[in-house]
């Protein structure tokens, strides 16, 4: 069989397939959003769990190799390629290793897409304006961002609170219920407290517009490389993740948003319970605080 007598394997490929010989080009996008990709790696790696990634290279650009199927990458590589990993776009994102680089899926193969990074950031990380009109049913997202105890004073004393800086989809952590962990994936270990645990500002936003995706990198060359518009220092991803690859977390950047009625302190304590310590009422511009129950 040759690679132009590729035939789809699976529902998928079939959808993908037919988008592709009609022209869908944004139809292919958002099928390879949510597909699994076969990452070829080598019968050792395969064994040892040290996998690699897999390149090719051209005149302008190193490329990730990947297949929509194990069958895709067993045609296209001749059957050299015997052994993958699978990943989503998410996954792989999570683990960019340049943000020079590009993403080749099927290459070689007549139903072939070569993305540049960028694209790869924007697919495996939309926007939360995005998100919503991708799956409307989902409602708006509870936002979070750990807080550093010297800063609790003054937000508490805030009429009209806002926030700064780097937040997270607190739905990506929620599955984490110790503070030195989630402390950790964040990237932040330093916001623990001396008893060991983490205090959490946690919020429904309005104007999802205001929540900008980091896509960047870590100098000039990098956010260009990404259509970006963040730069900063390392390990920043840049591919609108957190520095986690264990950890699959969606960050966002805020500059001065005012948080909403209802907006809420917890404390994560370290033997891995919640308690929340503050409610902020927008009617009344004050926090009311939460006492401890035991």
Same mark, same amino acid.
């Given at each position: 069989?040759? &690679?132009?007598?590729?035939?789809?394997?699976?529902?998928?490929?079939?959808?993908? @397939?037919?988008?592709?010989?009609?022209?869908?080009?944004?139809?292919?996008?958002?099928?390879?959003?949510?597909?699994?990709?076969?990452?070829?790696?080598?019968?050792?790696?395969?064994?040892?769990?040290?996998?690699?990634?897999?390149?090719?290279?051209?005149?302008?650009? $190193?490329?990730?190799?990947?297949? $929509?199927?194990?069958?895709?990458?067993?045609? &296209? $590589?001749?059957?050299?390629?015997?052994?993958?990993?699978?990943?989503?776009?998410?996954?792989?994102?999570?683990? @960019?290793?340049?943000?020079?680089?590009?993403?080749?899926?099927?290459?070689?193969?007549?139903?072939?897409?070569?993305?540049?990074?960028?694209? !790869?950031?924007?697919?495996?990380?939309?926007?939360?304006?995005?998100?919503?009109?991708?799956?409307?049913?989902?409602?708006?997202? !509870?936002?979070?961002?750990?807080?550093?105890?010297?800063?609790?004073?003054?937000?508490?004393?805030?009429?009209?609170?806002?926030?700064?800086?780097?937040?997270?989809? *607190?739905?990506?952590?929620?599955?984490?219920?110790?503070? &030195?962990?989630?402390?950790?994936?964040?990237?932040?270990?330093?916001?623990?407290?001396?008893?060991?645990?983490?205090?959490?500002?946690?919020?429904?936003?309005?104007?999802?517009?205001?929540?900008?995706?980091?896509?960047?990198? $870590?100098?000039?060359?990098?956010?260009?490389?990404? *259509?970006? @518009?963040? !730069?900063?220092?390392?390990?920043?991803?840049?591919?609108?993740?957190?520095?986690?690859?264990?950890?699959?977390?969606?960050?966002?950047?805020?500059?001065?948003?005012?948080?909403?009625?209802?907006?809420?302190?917890?404390?994560?304590?370290?033997?891995?319970?919640?308690?929340?310590?503050?409610?902020?009422?927008?009617?009344?511009?004050? @926090?009311?605080?939460?006492?401890?129950?035991?």
């Amino acid at each position: 069989m040759t &690679a132009d007598d590729q035939p789809p394997v699976g529902p998928f490929e079939e959808r993908l @397939w037919a988008a592709h010989r009609d022209g869908q080009q944004a139809l292919c996008l958002s099928l390879l959003r949510e597909a699994d990709l076969a990452l070829p790696i080598t019968a050792g790696a395969a064994a040892d769990g040290r996998a690699a990634w897999a390149t090719a290279g051209d005149a302008g650009r $190193t490329w990730v190799l990947a297949y $929509t199927s194990v069958e895709a990458m067993r045609l &296209a $590589t001749g059957g050299v390629a015997t052994h993958c990993r699978v990943a989503s776009m998410t996954e792989l994102a999570a683990g @960019w290793p340049d943000p020079r680089w590009g993403l080749a899926v099927n290459a070689g193969l007549r139903v072939a897409f070569m993305l540049d990074p960028g694209t !790869v950031a924007r697919l495996a990380v939309p926007t939360l304006v995005q998100d919503l009109r991708l799956d409307p049913e989902s409602g708006v997202p !509870v936002m979070q961002k750990p807080l550093a105890a010297e800063d609790l004073p003054e937000l508490l004393a805030a009429r009209e609170p806002r926030v700064s800086g780097y937040c997270h989809h *607190a739905l990506d952590v929620s599955h984490i219920a110790t503070p &030195a962990v989630l402390a950790a994936a964040l990237g932040r270990p330093e916001l623990l407290t001396g008893g060991g645990s983490l205090n959490l500002l946690r919020w429904r936003p309005a104007g999802l517009g205001l929540y900008r995706t980091p896509y960047g990198g $870590t100098d000039e060359e990098g956010r260009q490389a990404v *259509a970006g @518009w963040v !730069v900063e220092e390392p390990p920043f991803v840049g591919m609108g993740l957190v520095p986690s690859v264990d950890t699959i977390i969606r960050e966002y950047k805020v500059y001065g948003v005012g948080l909403p009625h209802g907006a809420e302190i917890w404390e994560l304590t370290i033997e891995g319970t919640e308690h929340r310590r503050a409610i902020y009422h927008g009617d009344l511009r004050r @926090w009311l605080l939460v006492g401890r129950t035991s």
